[in-house]
């Protein structure tokens, strides 16, 4: 058996029931998705031969998203500068894990808002708007 293999007690396990996202100054938001991604550029060295050498490693990015209600973009605009998000200071969002057993926070740094596009369609029962995010880092948190 390879890894860390963790308890489940009564079948209990993280589900985005569990998961709170707060972000300018916990402001009461609806979020419907959370993505957040960290990366690095890695790639083999050859030398003389057929065979890797080593590795060579290049700079990290992070991307991210969130994905509000449209009445929350509302609140969004009404408390940015010229009521524009785009202009709205960097801050931090806080993603926890919760359940029953065991706890969770992710922290992403220094984000603000890529763009706003809004877009609707006939049938839609709400308006979801993804926010692209520009952000300096992500810290995956560990089990509190």
Not at 130 to 139: A, D, M
Request: net charge negative; hydrophobic share 35%.
């Amino acid at each position: 058996m390879t890894g860390i293999a963790y308890p489940v007690v009564n079948g209990a396990t993280y589900a985005w029931s569990n998961v709170s996202v707060y972000f300018l100054s916990n402001l009461s938001m609806k979020c419907t998705a959370i993505d957040y991604k960290k990366d690095q550029v890695k790639e083999n060295q050859y030398a003389a031969g057929i065979d890797v050498q080593g590795v060579g490693y290049g700079n990290k990015t992070y991307s991210a998203s969130i994905t509000l209600w449209l009445e929350d973009v509302s609140e969004l605009i009404n408390i940015a500068p010229n009521g524009d998000i785009l202009e709205i200071p960097p801050f931090d969002i806080v993603v926890s894990y919760g359940s029953t057993v065991k706890y969770r926070r992710d922290i992403l740094h220094n984000c603000e808002f890529k763009e706003c596009n809004i877009s609707n369609k006939q049938g839609d029962l709400k308006v979801e708007i993804t926010l692209p995010l520009q952000l300096t880092g992500i810290e995956f948190g560990s089990n509190i």
